[in-house]
């Protein structure tokens, strides 16, 4: 029988200080972000791992996408698994602002005034869709004529991350990072957003210009038969996710797991599936160190990553 222990909040007090007391408050996601916490060092200290983050678009409208770039920019991660709407988000900021709003906002009045709503988040239309456009198309037009005809979309992000170079805000993004380190970044459901849209738009008039999705896998074939070992960060659900532990199966599962989820359980979806249902299906090793952390990221893992960074 282990006791309770309060926690002491102290003037100066790290993250990692903070975290470490969660331990001993026992309950109730404070200790699995304690635990989460331990797994994510051990697997970033360990030399052999092939680390894989995978996340879904939405918290990229906010302050956490710079946790992200970071990750991306100091090496932390060897590969990104997400949706087409992270490139949405990270290429329109670079030139264009997000703004605070509130879940309880007129949407009626939102929409006559060509204001998106995302959660809390606004984003004026021409801050997103028509900033996409103007800064998407040359990119496609240059590597058209260049005699580019089929791209993976690891190849086609790079070239979007390129096309920041000589931009002000481009160490904002986590596309150019991932360009400049060479860390390849997989949508495995392209056309799902506006980045994709934009391909699509090209199509109209270049019908031979198009994803090669299979280029993707390939290149993820050989990026999990090579590791000798795998963890993954892994952030809300959907195809992120289970693209992430689909390939780690492939290399008899992950040996590290963290999970940060809202979702439940008892629906049966991959979104609340817990890390122990993927040892079933051998996404996971028997022996993986593993956690299912329940709570909102944007909270969660800038405390996580501001403490993991303290002890690395």
Same mark, same amino acid.
């Given at each position: 029988?282990?006791?309770?222990?309060?926690?002491?909040?102290?003037?100066?007090?790290?993250?990692?200080?903070?975290?470490?007391?969660?331990?001993?408050?026992?309950?109730?996601?404070?200790?699995?972000?304690?635990?989460?916490?331990?797994?994510?060092?051990?697997?970033?200290?360990?030399?052999?791992?092939?680390?894989?983050?995978?996340?879904?678009?939405?918290? /990229?409208?906010?302050?956490?996408?710079?946790?992200?770039?970071?990750?991306?920019?100091?090496?932390?991660?060897?590969?990104? /698994?997400?949706?087409?709407?992270?490139?949405?988000?990270?290429?329109?900021?670079?030139?264009?602002?997000?703004? !605070?709003?509130?879940?309880?906002?007129?949407?009626?009045?939102?929409?006559?005034?060509?204001?998106?709503?995302?959660?809390?988040?606004? /984003?004026?239309?021409?801050?997103?869709?028509?900033?996409?456009?103007?800064?998407?198309?040359?990119? /496609?037009?240059?590597?058209?004529?260049?005699?580019?005809?089929?791209?993976?979309?690891?190849?086609?992000?790079?070239?979007?991350?390129?096309?920041?170079?000589?931009?002000?805000?481009?160490?904002?993004?986590?596309? &150019?990072?991932?360009?400049?380190?060479?860390?390849?970044?997989?949508?495995?459901?392209?056309?799902?957003?506006?980045?994709?849209?934009?391909?699509?738009?090209?199509?109209?008039? !270049?019908?031979?210009?198009?994803?090669?999705?299979?280029?993707?896998?390939?290149?993820?074939?050989?990026?999990?038969?090579?590791?000798?070992?795998?963890?993954?960060?892994?952030?809300?659900?959907?195809?992120?996710?289970?693209?992430?532990?689909?390939?780690?199966?492939?290399?008899?599962?992950?040996? &590290?797991?963290?999970?940060?989820?809202?979702?439940?359980?008892?629906?049966?979806?991959?979104?609340?599936?817990?890390?122990?249902?993927?040892?079933?299906?051998?996404?996971?090793?028997?022996?993986?160190?593993?956690?299912?952390?329940?709570?909102?990221?944007?909270?969660?893992?800038?405390?996580?990553?501001?403490?993991?960074?303290?002890?690395?």
């Amino acid at each position: 029988m282990i006791p309770v222990k309060d926690i002491e909040l102290k003037k100066g007090q790290s993250a990692n200080d903070l975290v470490k007391q969660f331990y001993g408050a026992g309950g109730f996601s404070a200790k699995k972000v304690a635990d989460g916490v331990d797994i994510l060092e051990t697997m970033f200290k360990d030399k052999g791992c092939k680390r894989m983050l995978s996340l879904p678009a939405a918290p /990229i409208s906010t302050g956490m996408r710079g946790v992200v770039k970071d990750l991306v920019k100091n090496k932390m991660v060897d590969c990104v /698994i997400t949706t087409c709407g992270l490139l949405d988000h990270d290429f329109a900021r670079v030139w264009k602002d997000y703004f !605070h709003g509130d879940f309880a906002m007129d949407d009626v009045e939102l929409h006559k005034k060509g204001v998106y709503r995302l959660g809390n988040i606004l /984003i004026p239309k021409d801050n997103y869709g028509s900033i996409l456009e103007d800064k998407i198309q040359p990119v /496609i037009e240059k590597l058209y004529a260049k005699g580019v005809r089929n791209i993976s979309t690891k190849d086609f992000i790079w070239a979007l991350g390129e096309s920041l170079e000589k931009e002000k805000n481009r160490e904002s993004s986590i596309i &150019y990072w991932a360009w400049k380190n060479k860390i390849p970044i997989f949508v495995p459901g392209p056309t799902d957003g506006a980045v994709g849209s934009q391909v699509w738009l090209f199509y109209q008039k !270049h019908s031979d210009f198009k994803f090669d999705i299979l280029a993707d896998e390939q290149e993820l074939a050989s990026f999990v038969f090579d590791a000798q070992k795998m963890g993954a960060l892994m952030i809300g659900g959907g195809i992120s996710k289970h693209h992430t532990i689909w390939w780690a199966q492939f290399n008899k599962g992950l040996e &590290y797991a963290v999970y940060i989820t809202t979702a439940v359980e008892w629906d049966g979806s991959l979104s609340g599936a817990q890390t122990r249902e993927a040892i079933s299906w051998g996404k996971l090793k028997e022996k993986a160190k593993h956690i299912t952390i329940e709570g909102e990221a944007t909270i969660l893992l800038p405390l996580m990553i501001a403490a993991l960074l303290e002890r690395l």
